[in-house]
């Protein structure tokens, strides 16, 4: 009869990692919105497809209620470095 192993985890290194996981996500988001926006920047000033970038850019999400009001302005950019980000963490 085989018996089951039962896997302690080491918490502290569990929350190091957890850390770690949610900076990098975070900081890969933030790099994704600002290359996005500079490539928005470089594409209008070089005069090409200025439509492309009303149609790539995005207005703020969020909520607003009388007593407090929260937007974030997500963009392409910011889902694309999020998820490769997280791809990219996910193997370590």
């Avoid at 918490?11 to 990692?17: D, E, F, I, T």
């Avoid at 928005?40 to 009388?66: N, Q, T």
Wanted: a positive charge; aromatic letters at 10%; charged letters at 15%.
């Amino acid at each position: 009869m085989a018996t089951k192993q039962l896997t302690y985890y080491n918490l502290p290194h569990m929350r190091k990692k957890t850390k770690l996981y949610i900076y990098s996500i975070a900081a890969g988001c933030a790099a994704g919105t600002l290359l996005w926006e500079l490539l928005i920047r470089i594409m209008l000033a070089a005069g090409f497809a200025p439509g492309l970038a009303e149609i790539l850019s995005s207005d703020p999400v969020g909520f607003d209620i009388s007593v407090i009001a929260l937007y974030i302005r997500i963009n392409p950019g910011t889902v694309l470095a999020g998820l490769a980000t997280w791809l990219f963490v996910r193997k370590m």
